[in-house]
């Protein structure tokens, strides 16, 4: 598979990332409040143009990857959501893909996050039934680990990533 697949639920759709997704990733990757609990600080332009391409290329290589949110009625960008292989040498995580969410600040606390992570982790389960899903969060990130307890993710260990602790969890159940 080259290209992400279209994924539509009750309130989004979600696309494979596009130049013209540039600007409101930048916007969204470049605010405080997404990046305090992810790498601790506002990412650089180049930084983000970086992961665009990094999503791109996923879904050549891996057949798996990031998709773009978006508000069903508005076209308004959401965020971000997905699955990668980051090759990030935590032997805790063991192999499979890490599920990675993040949204724009302007919908946050509306349940999008969860609605766009119960569609990917169902498009997960259907793709790579054989492959058990991940995902870290950093510990003081409640509503992170929220979303991810309520698609079926529980903590199995905690490791280190760049000089501080994250939890990793696992998908042990469907999503409820």
């Known amino acids: 598979m ?7 639920t009750e309130r989004l ?12 990733c930048l916007a969204m990757w470049t605010e405080p409040e997404v990046t305090r609990f992810i790498g601790g600080k506002p990412s650089t ?3 983000v143009w970086f992961r665009l391409l990094r999503y791109v290329g996923h879904w050549s290589i891996e057949g798996f990857g990031f998709w773009v949110a978006r508000e069903k009625t508005s076209g308004r960008f959401v965020g971000e959501v997905g699955f990668a292989e980051q090759k990030r040498g935590i032997e805790q995580a063991g192999q499979g893909p890490e599920l990675g969410y993040a949204l724009a600040p ?8 969860t609605e766009a992570v119960r569609a990917v982790v169902a498009w997960g389960d259907a793709h790579f039934p054989e492959r058990r899903t ?6 003081e990130a409640k509503a992170s680990i929220g979303v991810a307890e309520k698609c079926g993710y529980r903590e199995f260990a905690r490791a280190p990533l760049f000089g501080s602790q994250v939890i990793l969890l696992k998908r042990v159940a469907a999503p409820a």
């Open 2 to 8: 080259s290209e992400a697949p279209h994924i539509e």
């Open 45 to 47: 332009e180049q930084e």
């Open 13 to 24: 759709t979600l696309d494979g990332h596009r130049l013209e997704d540039f600007t409101d």
């Open 106 to 113: 302007w919908c946050h606390g509306r349940g999008l996050a």
């Open 134 to 139: 991940w995902c870290l969060i950093n510990p």
